[in-house]
Structures are given as structure tokens and as C-alpha cells.
């Protein structure tokens, strides 16, 4: 039996109509296995999408929340300039104007906001940090200005002159500053310090940097035309690090402020700038925050 005959099981076999259900059982069975792993395809393409959005938004600093807020409001004031300018210490005294003294502060990680009333105007004020990994924040909260306060040591600005210039051409050559004559004040911080220089002094110091970047960032862009390199502007997040800086670079270039042939002057720009004091360690009224405040509220009604 076991050698010429078929086990039984072999000769079993399914009557028509039970093959056919049998069938569609496993057309089922295949059915919802690939809805299924079709479902969390989804759902798992989904969760890596919003993690990397999330850090993306953590490298540079900034909650995405608030930069995309932020692009509807047409009540921005943007508070920048390089690092330990005193930044932080301004939004702090506008943000909480009911506490005396200095706050205490320290480099900053990430962009404050909040919306903020100056002399009865609402503001939505925004402090970008100073380090130059968040020069991505500034120029996205940029097209939303309405006015821009850059910040300056007074103390530090000699050693620091050539990166502060730097720092506010990239600002004052911004598409919609110049567009749109955003007015800027750049505030010379810490006056209290005995090594402070004024705002005369710190406005030809800045003029004349501004005057020898105008010719160096020229002969940048020249050299980009002759290599034959993009002069699009590359969006945030786009291409790679050196086609970003090429195409910012062509940007700015393209942007040259003043007069040609004229030493750099800020009246030759068609935006207001105008060059204050200020101190955060003094008391709020002899620190220069009354003036300020006028300037923001001027600003916003003129
Ligand atoms: N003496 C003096 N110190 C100040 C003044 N303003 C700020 N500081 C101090 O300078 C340091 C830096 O101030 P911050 O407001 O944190 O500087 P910031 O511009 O926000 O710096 P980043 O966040 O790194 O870009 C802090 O220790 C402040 O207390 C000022 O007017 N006078
Ligand atoms: C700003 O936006 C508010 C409300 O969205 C609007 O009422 C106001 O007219 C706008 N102001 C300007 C100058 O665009
Ligand atoms: C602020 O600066 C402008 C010019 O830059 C000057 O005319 C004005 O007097 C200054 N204000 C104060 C209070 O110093
Ligand atoms: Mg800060």
C-alpha cells in the first residue's frame, strides 16, 4: 500500500463551488495584506517626513511653529547683529518692560518671539541669535520685517569690525529691505562699558568696511560669472552647501549699496538707517529705550 498507492490526503479533492470560495478567500487574504502594508507604508513615510522636518527645524535652532506664524504677520521687528551684542537683553526690556535690571542672558540657541506692545503699537518681535549657523533664521524672518534693530557692542566692535560690516551688509543688501526701504536702527549697545565708542565713531568704523566689502564682494561676483556659475537664488534647504553660498553670494553682489565711485555713506541708501546708543545695564530710562520704542512706533505709523 505505501509503495504503489496514493495517501489519502493526495486524492483529496475540493468539489467545484468550494474551490471557487476557497479563491476568493485568498484574493481577500492578498487584498488586505497590501491595503494594509500600503496603510503603514503611509503611515510610517509620514512619521519620518515630520521627524526630519522636526530636525530640521532643531539644527537651525528654531521651532518650525514659529517661523511659519511668523510669515503672516506683517508686524515683525527683527532684532539681529553678531554674537553678545546685547540682543537678548533688548527683547527681555521690551518684552517684560515691568522688570528693573539688566536680565541676565546668555548666548542664545534658539530665535525669541512674542507679540509685544510699544507704545501702544503690536509688534511681534523677534530676536534671532548671533552665531552665524542662524544666518538661515534671519534671512527667513527678513521678508516679514517691518523695521530692524541691529545690535553692535560698542566695546567689541573694533576687534570685531570686518565680520560686523559683514554681517550688516548681508541685512541692509536683503531684497525686501531695500524693496520695500525697511528703516534700520543699528544700536550701539553698552555704552556703559568705559571702553565703549560712540555712534559717530562706530559709523564711519562700519562705512568704511562697508566701502572695502563693496569692492571685494564685486570682484566675487566676477569671478562667479567667469566660471559660469548660477546666479539663481537658491531656495532654503536647497542644492548644496556651495551652490547655496555661490548663489547667495551673486545675490548680495548684485545688491551694491551706495554709490558707485562715492566712499559709502548710510544716507546714499533709499531705506532710513540711523545710528543710536544704547545701554541694557543701565535703568531703563537713560539706556536709550525710550527712544527706541518712539522709533519702532514711528516706524510702524509713518
Ligand atoms: N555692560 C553691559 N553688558 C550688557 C549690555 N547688554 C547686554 N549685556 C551683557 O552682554 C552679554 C550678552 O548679551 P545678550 O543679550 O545675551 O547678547 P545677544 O546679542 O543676545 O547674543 P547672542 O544670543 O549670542 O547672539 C550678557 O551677559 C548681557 O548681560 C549692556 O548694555 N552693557
Ligand atoms: C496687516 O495685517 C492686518 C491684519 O491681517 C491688516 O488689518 C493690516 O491692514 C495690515 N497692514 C499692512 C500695513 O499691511
Ligand atoms: C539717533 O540717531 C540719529 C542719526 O543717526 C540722530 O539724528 C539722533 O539724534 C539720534 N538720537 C539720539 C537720542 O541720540
Ligand atoms: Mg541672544
Request: with cysteine.
Given at each position: 500500500m505505501a509503495s504503489g498507492g496514493r495517501s489519502p490526503i493526495g486524492e483529496f479533492t475540493l468539489s467545484s463551488s468550494s474551490r471557487s470560495s476557497m479563491n476568493s478567500l485568498l484574493l481577500t487574504g492578498i487584498l488586505v495584506i497590501v491595503i494594509l502594508s500600503l496603510v503603514s507604508w503611509f503611515i510610517l513615510s509620514q512619521q519620518s517626513a515630520a521627524i526630519s522636518n522636526r530636525n530640521l527645524a532643531m539644527a537651525a535652532g528654531t521651532n518650525a511653529a514659529v517661523l511659519k506664524s511668523s510669515k503672516k504677520r506683517n508686524n515683525t521687528v527683527v532684532i539681529t547683529g553678531p554674537m553678545g551684542a546685547g540682543k537678548t537683553a533688548l527683547w527681555c526690556y521690551l518684552r517684560f518692560p515691568n522688570n528693573k535690571g539688566a536680565p541676565k542672558t546668555q548666548v542664545s540657541m534658539a530665535v525669541n518671539s512674542a507679540e509685544v506692545s510699544i507704545d501702544g503699537t503690536s509688534v511681534y518681535l523677534v530676536d534671532v541669535p548671533g552665531h552665524q549657523k542662524h544666518r538661515f533664521d534671519r534671512d527667513a524672518f527678513m521678508p516679514a520685517a517691518r523695521a530692524i534693530i541691529f545690535v553692535v557692542d560698542s566695546a567689541e566692535v573694533t576687534r570685531k569690525a570686518r565680520h560686523t560690516a559683514e554681517f550688516l551688509y548681508d541685512v541692509l543688501a536683503n531684497k525686501h529691505v531695500q524693496q520695500n526701504e525697511i528703516p534700520v536702527m543699528i544700536l550701539c549697545n553698552k555704552q556703559d562699558d568705559p571702553s565703549a565708542l560712540s555712534n559717530v565713531r562706530i559709523k564711519t568704523m562700519l562705512e568704511d568696511e562697508i566701502d572695502k566689502l563693496r569692492s571685494t564682494r564685486q570682484a566675487d561676483l566676477g569671478s562667479l560669472r567667469s566660471i559660469g556659475g548660477s546666479a539663481g537664488a537658491g531656495g532654503l534647504g536647497a542644492g548644496n552647501e556651495d551652490d547655496d553660498d555661490d548663489a547667495a553670494a551673486a545675490e548680495k553682489a548684485s545688491?551694491?549699496?551706495?554709490?558707485?565711485?562715492k566712499r559709502f555713506a548710510f544716507e546714499h541708501l533709499s531705506n532710513p538707517v540711523q545710528i543710536n546708543e544704547s545701554s541694557m545695564a543701565m535703568g531703563l530710562d537713560i539706556g536709550g529705550m525710550e527712544q527706541i520704542k518712539a522709533w519702532v512706533s514711528d516706524a510702524f505709523n509713518a
Amino acid at each position: 500500500m505505501a509503495s504503489g498507492g496514493r495517501s489519502p490526503i493526495g486524492e483529496f479533492t475540493l468539489s467545484s463551488s468550494s474551490r471557487s470560495s476557497m479563491n476568493s478567500l485568498l484574493l481577500t487574504g492578498i487584498l488586505v495584506i497590501v491595503i494594509l502594508s500600503l496603510v503603514s507604508w503611509f503611515i510610517l513615510s509620514q512619521q519620518s517626513a515630520a521627524i526630519s522636518n522636526r530636525n530640521l527645524a532643531m539644527a537651525a535652532g528654531t521651532n518650525a511653529a514659529v517661523l511659519k506664524s511668523s510669515k503672516k504677520r506683517n508686524n515683525t521687528v527683527v532684532i539681529t547683529g553678531p554674537m553678545g551684542a546685547g540682543k537678548t537683553a533688548l527683547w527681555c526690556y521690551l518684552r517684560f518692560p515691568n522688570n528693573k535690571g539688566a536680565p541676565k542672558t546668555q548666548v542664545s540657541m534658539a530665535v525669541n518671539s512674542a507679540e509685544v506692545s510699544i507704545d501702544g503699537t503690536s509688534v511681534y518681535l523677534v530676536d534671532v541669535p548671533g552665531h552665524q549657523k542662524h544666518r538661515f533664521d534671519r534671512d527667513a524672518f527678513m521678508p516679514a520685517a517691518r523695521a530692524i534693530i541691529f545690535v553692535v557692542d560698542s566695546a567689541e566692535v573694533t576687534r570685531k569690525a570686518r565680520h560686523t560690516a559683514e554681517f550688516l551688509y548681508d541685512v541692509l543688501a536683503n531684497k525686501h529691505v531695500q524693496q520695500n526701504e525697511i528703516p534700520v536702527m543699528i544700536l550701539c549697545n553698552k555704552q556703559d562699558d568705559p571702553s565703549a565708542l560712540s555712534n559717530v565713531r562706530i559709523k564711519t568704523m562700519l562705512e568704511d568696511e562697508i566701502d572695502k566689502l563693496r569692492s571685494t564682494r564685486q570682484a566675487d561676483l566676477g569671478s562667479l560669472r567667469s566660471i559660469g556659475g548660477s546666479a539663481g537664488a537658491g531656495g532654503l534647504g536647497a542644492g548644496n552647501e556651495d551652490d547655496d553660498d555661490d548663489a547667495a553670494a551673486a545675490e548680495k553682489a548684485s545688491d551694491f549699496l551706495g554709490y558707485e565711485g562715492k566712499r559709502f555713506a548710510f544716507e546714499h541708501l533709499s531705506n532710513p538707517v540711523q545710528i543710536n546708543e544704547s545701554s541694557m545695564a543701565m535703568g531703563l530710562d537713560i539706556g536709550g529705550m525710550e527712544q527706541i520704542k518712539a522709533w519702532v512706533s514711528d516706524a510702524f505709523n509713518a
